[in-house]
């Protein structure tokens, strides 16, 4: 049977060559549209479809970066998070020379398995393979419809498609997932020149399978707050099979370098800062027990400030119209107290002797710690400061006049930003680890459903493996029996859920006058969780714990926990003035919480109206609301 390569998978064909030997694909050096059965193989298509979404840095950026990492609260940013979208972006993401090429890419692999196997061509692996396609593809168009909503799932193969509820997807996903994990042999074994084509496991199945597991898991997990029943059946047997629980069972794939190319880091951009995140700040401060100095070292203690202080108020310079605790506060120093995984992930601003501090080509900014605040002429200086060795992060939104004013606070020499680790193209993409798994399994007995360990067990054993992925296995054990709470009112121990109360007390420094006093810091009320009674209940620890370890290469999934179940506590973009695009938060509504607050998607691009307007019109329909940022998909809070 002849195999005709669509010209949509030119681009994906020739890449391949980038990552294997002129020899190998002596054959593809054709025109792809005359290729036959004998030139073009199952592993190719699969392998292409992989090293693809990996994202290159063009797509790297929009998507990876400006949407995920910003709306799911894994660094300060704009845009998405103040309620916008950017139609190139989205388009380019969904274009056949990215998402479409990949989706194109696996579905050939399906399609070509299939055909060899009924043809009595195949080879002894080639159903494997064809279950390892079926496994990816799920990957991919979870990551599609939890980034839109509803998307096709009989398109890619070069014909306007017809577009499927995201309720429809799931159901679908989780039957693939479940049928293709059940279908691997695990007897099967790959040659070695075919197993150098998968780059997350060199097709070794247990793998594999291990990961259908995981997906399915969670993406049960996503419908438990619409469809119980169904989440819960889909779990619990999910659970009753192998799934992820090793470090070296992840699915992760190997970055090669800065370079452009589809395997660079998803983080090498050198002009993307990167700078910490309000959010994540807030979880971090106070949580967990460990001290700077026990993290650090004693090198840190001229740095470190007590416990109980929260810094400078600078309430003309830094905004103060939003939930954030820690807003109008600038820290002058080190917290007393943090989770020892901040500066495993940020750098400190000014330690310039730390391995891992960036230092960027284009971020030479990173060496000036040294800026002002200024008067309100704009011009003249109320105050210089210096932020070598202090640790702040700050809500985003439209800052008004504040952010005039303030030449501090988004500059990359004077905030935490992420360290070089992640910057230099070295690591493992990470898109399935084993704690999640263990996150997951916690829920889900908290849920009562029925799993083969104990929420607390399973909790437990996720901090645990994160604390290892980090490095710091030596702090774990006592920051598990932590009961200090975090910026938020939430603790690390698991038996410890006393609410900590609504405010307690701080010192702090008057900018504008230079005294000291006490304050009294509110925890905020986050209203998107039970009625913003609760900070400091068993799964507000599962999310807590599952936001922090997902840094950084996981922002869908924080962005995914938040827009399901309103956790963790994410601040309301400051509105020092109107936000055009968050047309529901406003100067008297600020210390409340609302769906309408924070992004629920990206916008379809507009190439898809243009090119597929019934398939749009479809796709819009089945949304169940307009085609904007703020309509939730169907598993999501909606109000």
Not at 356 to 383: H, I, M, S, V
Not at 473 to 500: D, I, K, Q
Request: aromatic residues 12%; negative net charge.
């Amino acid at each position: 049977m002849k195999i005709t390569i669509k010209k949509g998978m030119m681009g994906m064909l020739a890449s391949l060559a980038l990552f294997s030997s002129c020899n190998d694909f002596e054959a593809l050096n054709i025109d792809p549209n005359g290729a036959n059965d004998q030139q073009v193989q199952v592993e190719y298509l699969l392998n292409g479809s992989i090293i693809g979404a990996q994202q290159d840095p063009h797509i790297a950026e929009r998507i990876f970066v400006l949407y995920w990492k910003t709306a799911g609260r894994q660094q300060l940013g704009g845009g998405i998070v103040n309620g916008a979208h950017n139609d190139g972006w989205s388009s380019d993401y969904y274009s056949r020379g990215y998402m479409s090429g990949w989706l194109s890419g696996v579905y050939a692999a399906v399609d070509l398995a299939n055909e060899r196997i009924a043809a009595g061509t195949q080879a002894p692996y080639t159903n494997n393979l064809l279950q390892v396609a079926r496994i990816w593809r799920a990957y991919l168009l979870s990551e599609l419809s939890d980034t839109f909503g509803p998307v096709p799932l009989d398109g890619w193969q070069g014909e306007n498609p017809s577009y499927s509820s995201v309720q429809e997807v799931y159901t679908y996903l989780l039957t693939e997932l479940r049928e293709a994990s059940e279908a691997l042999d695990m007897a099967v074994t790959v040659p070695a020149d075919i197993r150098r084509f998968d780059p997350a496991y060199g097709y070794d199945f247990v793998k594999w399978q291990k990961y259908a597991n995981s997906m399915r898991m969670r993406l049960a997990m996503r419908m438990s707050e619409v469809d119980a029943a169904k989440a819960r059946s889909e779990f619990e047997s999910a659970a009753t099979k192998p799934y992820i629980t090793a470090a070296d069972d992840m699915f992760s794939v190997a970055e090669l370098g800065t370079a452009y190319s589809p395997l660079a880091g998803v983080m090498t951009r050198t002009w993307n800062a990167f700078i910490l995140s309000s959010t994540l700040n807030n979880l971090y401060l106070g949580l967990g027990g460990i001290t700077t100095q026990t993290a650090l070292g004693a090198s840190y203690n001229d740095y470190v400030k007590p416990a109980d202080y929260i810094g400078i108020y600078y309430p003309n310079h830094f905004a103060t119209a939003t939930n954030d605790p820690s807003a109008g506060y600038w820290l002058d120093g080190l917290p007393e107290v943090i989770d020892p995984r901040a500066y495993a992930s940020f750098a400190i601003p000014g330690d310039f002797n730390n391995a891992q501090f960036n230092f960027n080509p284009d971020q030479t900014t990173a060496r000036n710690t040294t800026r002002n605040l200024l008067n309100a002429d704009g011009t003249t200086t109320f105050k210089t400061i210096n932020a070598a060795f202090t640790w702040n992060a700050f809500a985003p939104g439209d800052w008004a006049a504040k952010g005039s004013r303030n030449q501090v606070r988004s500059w990359a020499g004077s905030m935490p930003r992420l360290v070089n680790k992640f910057r230099d193209g070295n690591n493992r993409r990470v898109f399935f680890a084993n704690w999640e798994s263990n996150f997951l399994i916690a829920e889900a007995a908290v849920r009562g459903w029925a799993v083969p360990m104990s929420a607390q067990a399973a909790y437990e054993a996720g901090v645990t493996a994160n604390f290892a992925y980090w490095g710091l296995s030596a702090h774990a054990a006592n920051y598990l029996t932590s009961t200090g709470y975090n910026r938020v009112g939430t603790s690390v121990a698991w038996t410890h859920t006393a609410e900590p109360g609504n405010t307690h007390a701080m010192q702090f420094v008057n900018g504008e006058t230079g005294t000291s006093g006490t304050v009294q810091i509110r925890y905020p009320s986050n209203g998107l969780y039970k009625d913003g009674t609760v900070r400091n209940d068993q799964l507000t620890k599962i999310i807590t714990q599952k936001f922090i370890a997902q840094n950084p290469y996981l922002p869908l999934e924080t962005w995914s926990d938040h827009r399901r179940l309103g956790l963790p506590f994410f601040e309301n973009p400051a509105v020092e003035q109107p936000i055009v695009t968050l047309p529901d938060l406003t100067a008297s509504n600020f210390m409340t919480s609302s769906v309408k607050f924070f992004p629920q998607r990206v916008n379809y691009p507009s190439t898809l109206r243009n090119t597929n307007e019934a398939g749009y019109n479809q796709a819009v329909s089945a949304l169940g609301g307009s085609d904007a940022v703020l309509t939730p998909l169907w598993w999501a809070k909606q109000q």
